[in-house]
Each structure stands twice: as structure tokens, then as C-alpha cells.
């Protein structure tokens, strides 16, 4: 078949990859801009770009595409059908009804769970053990297409976001091939419409998505570190600076070294959540929570490189009774790293 394949970020990678080494073959490729990025603000071109460049296929590059004359222009390339896999537009009804066999979306999520923008972050945060890949025809909703194929996976106690996301991608263009050569041996596309009474919502990720409420306990926190991961990031603030952290996990205290002079297990400990209540040479800092202490192992403070929690107490970047501050006051004019 002739495809036109409508991506941009990494995640779109493997399954262009699939096309290219496959019988089909891949007339265009739609890609956002080049955009400004790094401290240097250089321009970036997206990783999908490169690969079509690489393999001299077409690639064009709209501002919007909702308009009818990029429909004449898509026409062009006579597709049989488009494959879309994290483009990031929302694709207008002329080109969604331009291929013979329309457009396909490859979703990270198991549909209808977490439509939008940010299904794999939102999975990680929420603490889902499972997650998966769908193939869904798109209409003119926000993911809200017939199921044509779905793949579950298992998310595991040390993944990311970007563990995941490698993880998923592979899989989204393994099952995308399963997907054309059915479309191609039945010259229909089947699908099974979703159960919309049971679908949740995965909006983008906005920066103060990243601020940590230690109130949390200390599964909710690891979570939030693992799914914010790389934007916006876990982050709180010390002495009114930025420092994201980048690891950690529960600290068991079987001993109560955190009681207070005559205080017996079970009682309150003295320190409010979010202080730093104590340094453990070798391994890193403690800063009580909701529900327990967390144990960061490595951090990042603002305008500086990524460190182990180890070398921030040796480098006098925090001291036992610091508190990490989460107010939202700090966000305006706080940046990124």
C-alpha cells in the first residue's frame, strides 16, 4: 500500500522504521517544524524528519494543517491509506476521509483509557501496573475511534516515562504491520467501536504538573518522579530555587531512628513533611512524607548538572532540617533547568 506516515517525536520512530523495511511504501512523511530548543535555543528538527530525509522520502512540515488546501496537496502522494502516530494536530474530516481506507492512529494506551496527549505519563503517575498499545481508525474525535487492534503490556516497579515509551513504540509498529496486512488481505479496515462510558482522560502535561505535594504518601510520590519524567519534571523548591528530583524510593526505618527524644513507634515523628530529616552518607537524603520518609538518590538543583544525593551533601547543597517548599507562588518566574 501507499502510506503517508504523520508523526514527529521519537515515538514515531520504530514504526516508520516497520514501513520502510516493509513491502509498503512510504510516499510523504508530516512532520511538526523544525522548533528552538537546548539552552542555545539551536534548531531542531524532529526525529521522524531525519529518518524520512535519511531515506529520501518527501517530508512536509506544516504550521497547520487545517485547511482544504493541504487535502489537495496530501492527494498528491495518492495514499491508500495514513498512519499517525504522535503528530500532534488534530487532523481535519478532508484529510480524514481522503485514503481509500482512511487514517490510523497508533495510541499508547489501551483505548478507551487515557485519550489525549500524555497517556503514558498519566499511566505511571496513576500507578497502573498494565498499559498497552491500540490501533484505532480516527474520526474527528479525540481518540475516541474504532478499536481496530490493541497489545497489553506490563508496566514494572522501575519504569519510566521513557522506558515505557521506547517499550510501547517498538510494539505500536510490530502490531501496525498485523494491522496493514489484514487491511490488505480483507480490502476493509474492521474495528470494534469503544466502550465511551468507560473512558478516562490523559491531557498534556502543563509545568506545574511537576510540583510535589509531599502531603503524598511515598508511593504517589515515586509514581509522580517516574511519570514526569523528562518535562516537566518532579521538582520543589529549596531556599526559593528550583531542584528537580530525578530518583528515589521508600525508606524503611525499622530502628525509629526519626522519633524524637521519648517518642515510641507509632507515634508522629517531628519533622513536617517535606523537611530533609536526614543524611545518609553513601546513599542519599530522607524528606519525610505523607505517609513515611523517601529516600532521593539523585537530584538536580537549578542551572546545575544532574547529582547524586550523595555528592549534594558533600557539596553542602542541603543539610538535615532544610525544607523543600512546594508552593505554587514559586512557579512564576522559576523556569527550567
Not at 23 to 40: F, Y
Request: with cysteine; proline share 7%; glycine share 10%.
Amino acid at each position: 500500500m501507499k502510506i503517508v506516515y504523520m508523526g514527529t517525536p521519537g515515538f514515531a520512530v520504530p514504526a516508520l522504521k516497520r514501513l520502510i523495511d516493509s513491502e509498503h511504501q512510504v510516499t510523504a512523511v508530516v512532520t511538526q517544524p523544525d522548533r528552538p530548543s537546548g539552552r542555545g535555543k539551536r534548531m531542531q528538527s524532529p526525529p521522524v524528519k531525519d529518518l524520512a530525509l535519511e531515506h529520501m522520502i518527501p517530508v512536509l512540515q506544516p504550521e497547520r494543517i487545517k485547511n482544504v488546501q493541504y487535502d489537495t496537496v496530501l492527494k498528491m502522494y495518492d495514499p491508500d491509506i495514513i498512519v499517525v502516530a504522535a503528530y500532534g494536530r488534530i487532523l481535519p474530516p478532508e484529510v480524514l476521509n481522503m485514503p481509500r481506507f482512511g487514517c490510523i492512529n497508533i495510541h499508547a494506551s489501551l483505548l478507551p483509557a487515557y485519550r489525549g496527549a500524555a497517556p503514558i505519563q498519566w499511566t505511571i503517575i496513576n500507578g497502573d501496573h498494565e498499559t498497552g498499545v491500540t490501533i484505532m481508525r480516527m474520526d474527528e474525535g479525540l481518540d475516541t475511534g474504532d478499536i481496530i487492534a490493541s497489545e497489553k503490556v506490563e508496566v514494572l516497579d522501575d519504569d519510566d516515562t521513557h522506558s515505557v515509551s521506547n517499550m510501547l513504540s517498538v510494539i505500536g509498529g510490530e502490531v501496525l504491520i498485523r494491522v496493514l496486512a489484514e487491511i490488505e488481505r480483507k480490502g476493509e479496515v474492521r474495528a470494534t467501536a469503544q466502550d465511551h462510558a468507560a473512558a478516562t482522560l490523559a491531557p498534556i502535561m502543563e509545568k506545574s504538573d511537576g510540583l510535589l505535594d509531599w502531603n503524598l504518601n511515598n508511593e504517589q510520590i515515586v509514581c509522580r518522579i517516574r511519570g514526569l519524567q523528562p518535562w516537566p519534571g518532579a521538582f520543589t523548591f529549596l531556599h526559593g530555587k528550583q531542584v528537580k528530583i530525578l530518583k528515589a524510593e521508600p525508606f524503611a526505618d525499622p530502628e525509629n531512628l526519626f522519633f524524637g527524644p521519648g517518642a515510641a513507634p507509632g507515634q508522629p515523628d517531628r519533622f513536617d513533611p517535606g523537611t530533609i530529616s536526614a543524611l545518609i552518607r553513601g546513599r542519599g537524603i530522607t524528606v519525610k512524607t505523607g505517609d513515611g520518609h523517601l529516600l532521593i538518590t539523585e537530584l538536580q538543583p537549578a542551572g546545575r548538572k544532574a547529582m547524586s544525593a550523595s555528592d549534594a551533601i558533600n557539596g553542602g547543597v542541603v543539610r538535615k532540617g532544610d525544607e523543600f517548599i512546594s508552593s505554587p507562588d514559586f512557579l512564576i518566574g522559576s523556569g527550567d533547568n
